[in-house]
């Protein structure tokens, strides 16, 4: 980076404060060091493009937009340089825009990187917390003088805000992930005392050191206060619950003013995002220059998953873990020795088959919820077909089980019911008296419901086909599923309102189901989307109701209860084949070789953010301009 005119924060070279936090279990774990800025002379460590603004008095100096403690952030692999836009594709825009979150997460700490589960979480816009000593109190410490990207102070109220007024109000719909994961059960928050500006604390009525890991994975954990008050109605009477829910989608303009690296500059539904550098973020790097590195991130619509796959390939956008998978890898290798990408990969879960176990249709329901059945569905699926066809053999057949990667799995019950044997299914319906009775090639419950279901799968390159063998799979044992392909958002708002009796997604919250939780079980009106009902009129079977108990009391466990637990839930779910999985596999990433700092080996999975924050794009640079 060009060094020009010093620029002294202060007489005194600031020391960057990283304070240790007290970890589950009365025992207390030091996180992994974190790194600290140099004690030198700040030389223009800002982006010339803000130097410029400080220089017309658009902005305040440096010294004054960043916090006395910012968090320093080693790079991946160097010390970046400024300037350059990033660009990524995205196959469609959702309706409030994720991919904006998903740049940074703005919790109260953050994982590890590139692997999240690696270690014990880090500081973040909290520099220190501590629990009591039963784990029922956690006080956070909020890091001071961080500031919104309006250069409005960030503080405790902001916080308040938005668990009060967003997260704890039933009518506002804010619906960024994770966020259920604040509930100590069905839509309660614990109890939040403001101690100063910058310190609150939380109540639990049990011990809760493992929300220091659900709390991780949620993008944002305050809203500013100061721009959305006054649209909300409970401090606004003119104001309306439409009115304030338009105003916090981010493409609506709240995403001008974030904590994230880059703010909203425009977001056009059908063609592109673009979002600028934030003036006021709080995090530097090991040499003292702010970050991002990049003046700008743009996302382009390109329609759907082959338009980013072909983007990245061809070095239109620079990095994606999101929308390319295996369907892609054969083009990436075919296109890697002719141009500037590295492929990259994430172990990650592949297709499910969620059963709707409070499906509409009486009959439907009666079949999903006859275990047999699904024993049956599961060994009739041939997983090493599939994996040879779609996978390029790097499919390991799973069954209804945790991850190969969590604490939590053991082989012999990740196994269950994976194997392709027809027969073992076919006698299994037979022992429980499921026979075609009347001829007609499906069969039929003891009480006469026919095994036919309505499968609602959305339009995907890779899962549309599998879904096609799937049927052939299950026909050849007397069980009939009929396809409803419809565009992914479609499918999406049936899944998620329940309109499905069968339903296909990615296999999600498998690494660490317990931050994920109401994926699994329902700690929230409403979740999990495939038992919405389970709240209100009970659960679907005695053994779903052992295994909601065993993961809803995990957490409040220390760690080696806690994997004992949850491997005596995964077991029974094994054993009961509450949702089918065909497998884990190497999905590819890809990523232009101009791009520094990114990591090609990560995880992808949605408890620990999905595909960017493993990736840290506002400490990735550009090496050289694109061609």
Same mark, same amino acid.
């Given at each position: 980076?060009?060094?020009?005119?010093?620029?002294?924060?202060?007489?005194?070279?600031?020391?960057?404060?990283?304070?240790?936090?007290?970890?589950?279990?009365?025992?207390?774990?030091?996180?992994?060091?974190?790194?600290?800025?140099?004690?030198?002379?700040?030389?223009?460590?800002?982006?010339?493009?803000?130097?410029?603004?400080?220089?017309?008095?658009?902005?305040?100096?440096?010294?004054?937009?960043?916090?006395?403690?910012?968090?320093?952030?080693?790079?991946?692999?160097?010390?970046?340089?400024?300037?350059?836009?990033?660009?990524?594709?995205?196959?469609?825009?959702?309706?409030?825009?994720?991919?904006?979150?998903?740049?940074?997460?703005?919790?109260?700490?953050?994982?590890?990187?590139?692997?999240?589960?690696?270690?014990?979480?880090?500081?973040?816009?909290?520099?220190?917390?501590?629990?009591?000593?039963?784990?029922?109190?956690?006080?956070?410490?909020?890091?001071?003088?961080?500031?919104?990207?309006?250069?409005?102070?960030?503080?405790?109220?902001?916080?308040?805000?938005?668990?009060?007024?967003?997260?704890?109000?039933?009518?506002?719909?804010?619906?960024?992930?994770?966020?259920?994961?604040?509930?100590?059960?069905?839509?309660?928050?614990?109890?939040?005392?403001?101690?100063?500006?910058?310190?609150?604390?939380?109540?639990?009525?049990?011990?809760?050191?493992?929300?220091?890991?659900?709390?991780?994975?949620?993008?944002?954990?305050?809203?500013?206060?100061?721009?959305?008050?006054?649209?909300?109605?409970?401090?606004?009477?003119?104001?309306?619950?439409?009115?304030?829910?338009?105003?916090?989608?981010?493409?609506?303009?709240?995403?001008?003013?974030?904590?994230?690296?880059?703010?909203?500059?425009?977001?056009?539904?059908?063609?592109?995002?673009?979002?600028?550098?934030?003036?006021?973020?709080?995090?530097?790097?090991?040499?003292?220059?702010?970050?991002?590195? %990049? $003046?700008?991130?743009?996302?382009?619509?390109?329609? /759907?998953?082959? &338009? *980013?796959?072909?983007? #990245?390939?061809? !070095?239109?956008?620079?990095?994606?873990?999101?929308?390319?998978?295996?369907?892609?890898?054969?083009?990436?290798?075919?296109?890697?020795?002719?141009?500037?990408?590295?492929?990259?990969?994430?172990?990650?879960?592949?297709?499910?088959?969620?059963?709707?176990?409070?499906?509409?249709?009486?009959?439907?329901?009666?079949?999903?919820?006859?275990?047999?059945?699904?024993?049956?569905?599961?060994?009739?699926?041939?997983?090493?077909?599939?994996?040879?066809?779609?996978?390029?053999?790097?499919?390991?057949?799973?069954?209804?089980?945790?991850?190969?990667?969590?604490?939590?799995?053991?082989?012999?019950?990740?196994?269950?019911?994976?194997? %392709? $044997?027809?027969?073992?299914?076919?006698?299994?319906? /037979?022992?429980? &008296? *499921?026979?075609?009775? #009347?001829?007609? !090639?499906?069969?039929?419950?003891?009480?006469?419901?026919?095994?036919?279901?309505?499968?609602?799968?959305?339009?995907?390159?890779?899962?549309?086909?599998?879904?096609?063998?799937?049927?052939?799979?299950?026909?050849?044992?007397?069980?009939?599923?009929?396809?409803?392909?419809?565009?992914?958002?479609?499918?999406?708002?049936?899944?998620?309102?329940?309109?499905?009796?069968?339903?296909?997604?990615?296999?999600?919250?498998?690494?660490?189901?317990?931050?994920?939780?109401?994926?699994?079980?329902?700690?929230?009106?409403?979740?999990?989307?495939?038992?919405?009902?389970?709240?209100?009129?009970?659960?679907?079977?005695?053994?779903?109701?052992?295994?909601?108990?065993?993961?809803?009391?995990?957490?409040?466990?220390?760690?080696?209860?806690?994997?004992?637990?949850?491997?005596?839930?995964?077991?029974?779910?094994?054993?009961?084949?509450?949702?089918?999985?065909?497998?884990?596999?190497?999905?590819?990433?890809?990523?232009?070789?101009?791009?520094?700092?990114?990591?090609?080996?990560?995880?992808?999975?949605?408890?620990?953010?999905?595909?960017?924050?493993?990736?840290?794009?506002?400490?990735?640079?550009?090496?050289?301009?694109?061609?």
């Amino acid at each position: 980076m060009k060094r020009n005119k010093k620029i002294f924060l202060s007489s005194v070279a600031i020391l960057l404060l990283i304070c240790t936090a007290a970890f589950a279990g009365g025992k207390r774990e030091e996180p992994a060091a974190e790194p600290t800025a140099a004690a030198v002379e700040w030389t223009r460590n800002e982006a010339p493009m803000l130097y410029e603004m400080v220089q017309r008095n658009e902005i305040p100096a440096l010294e004054d937009r960043l916090p006395a403690n910012p968090l320093v952030i080693k790079p991946y692999e160097e010390v970046g340089t400024y300037g350059g836009t990033f660009r990524r594709g995205t196959g469609f825009f959702m309706a409030d825009e994720w991919l904006a979150s998903h740049i940074d997460g703005n919790s109260f700490w953050r994982f590890q990187w590139p692997f999240p589960g690696s270690g014990p979480v880090l500081p973040n816009l909290a520099d220190r917390w501590e629990f009591n000593d039963d784990g029922t109190e956690l006080t956070i410490h909020l890091r001071e003088g961080v500031k919104w990207s309006d250069g409005e102070p960030f503080t405790v109220d902001d916080v308040l805000f938005f668990l009060n007024d967003v997260v704890g109000d039933e009518k506002v719909t804010y619906t960024w992930y994770h966020t259920a994961n604040f509930y100590i059960q069905e839509r309660q928050l614990p109890g939040i005392e403001r101690i100063d500006d910058y310190t609150l604390k939380f109540s639990y009525p049990e011990p809760a050191f493992f929300v220091e890991t659900m709390y991780a994975p949620i993008c944002e954990i305050a809203l500013p206060a100061h721009i959305l008050k006054e649209h909300h109605p409970k401090y606004n009477s003119s104001s309306t619950y439409d009115k304030f829910n338009e105003q916090i989608v981010f493409a609506n303009g709240r995403g001008k003013v974030t904590l994230s690296a880059w703010m909203l500059e425009s977001f056009d539904a059908d063609a592109k995002m673009a979002v600028v550098r934030n003036p006021y973020f709080w995090k530097v790097d090991t040499d003292g220059n702010q970050l991002p590195y %990049f $003046d700008r991130m743009e996302v382009f619509v390109t329609g /759907d998953r082959q &338009g *980013v796959a072909l983007g #990245n390939a061809t !070095g239109k956008f620079d990095n994606d873990a999101m929308w390319v998978g295996i369907q892609h890898l054969s083009l990436f290798l075919e296109e890697e020795a002719k141009r500037d990408i590295t492929i990259g990969y994430s172990i990650v879960g592949g297709m499910a088959i969620y059963f709707n176990y409070d499906a509409d249709d009486a009959e439907a329901k009666k079949v999903i919820r006859n275990t047999d059945f699904r024993r049956a569905f599961s060994l009739a699926i041939n997983r090493k077909e599939l994996g040879r066809v779609f996978f390029y053999d790097t499919l390991i057949p799973m069954g209804s089980s945790f991850s190969p990667n969590s604490a939590y799995f053991e082989e012999e019950v990740g196994k269950m019911y994976s194997e %392709f $044997d027809p027969e073992r299914a076919k006698k299994i319906l /037979d022992d429980a &008296g *499921v026979i075609d009775r #009347n001829g007609d !090639g499906i069969r039929e419950l003891p009480s006469g419901e026919k095994c036919e279901l309505i499968w609602s799968v959305y339009e995907h390159d890779l899962y549309t086909p599998m879904s096609e063998m799937v049927v052939e799979y299950l026909a050849d044992v007397g069980i009939k599923l009929v396809l409803n392909v419809k565009h992914q958002n479609i499918i999406m708002d049936q899944l998620w309102t329940g309109l499905f009796e069968l339903g296909t997604y990615d296999y999600a919250n498998h690494d660490e189901p317990l931050a994920g939780l109401d994926w699994w079980i329902p700690i929230t009106a409403g979740k999990p989307f495939w038992h919405k009902n389970a709240g209100t009129v009970g659960l679907f079977s005695s053994e779903y109701a052992e295994f909601a108990k065993l993961m809803g009391s995990a957490k409040a466990l220390p760690f080696d209860q806690r994997v004992a637990t949850v491997k005596k839930a995964n077991k029974i779910m094994a054993e009961n084949v509450f949702v089918i999985h065909i497998g884990f596999y190497r999905r590819p990433n890809i990523s232009s070789n101009r791009i520094g700092n990114l990591p090609h080996a990560v995880t992808r999975i949605d408890e620990f953010g999905s595909d960017a924050p493993p990736f840290m794009y506002y400490q990735t640079y550009e090496k050289y301009p694109r061609k």
